[in-house]
């Protein structure tokens, strides 16, 4: 399937619009704005994005690195520092790419930034 000029999976498509759904949902819910699911979007798909200039992979739309953002921002407390959300994006990112058992990444890349930053910054998890 092509979206935007980009080739995309269904299933990464159907994850992003289910993510996205449950997130403005639980922003509305709250009456919250989503400022850690909008840090961790962008910061998984800047991190991404860098990843891939550096292995020359070309420019593409890091649809992987969104939903991992989607989940980070997400599962992260409403009120977590900026600065856990981008450590939890590098993280999650840095396991993505370095992590991997033939050619697949063996942790789930979200909750493997979660497990490192949620401690190391004193924080619980908000589902």
Known sequence: ??????????MHLVALILLVALAAYGAYASRVFPVSLIVAVVSCCLIDMAIGFYHKKGQRVPWSALITGVIIGSVAPIAAPVLLVVVASLVAELTKHFL??????????AVAGLLVALPAFGAGDEW
Do not use: E, Q, V
Request: overall charge positive; glycine content about 10%.
């Open 100 to 109: 991997k058992m033939r050619s697949r990444h063996f942790l789930n890349p």
């Open 1 to 10: 399937m092509k979206l935007g000029g980009h080739h995309i999976a269904m």
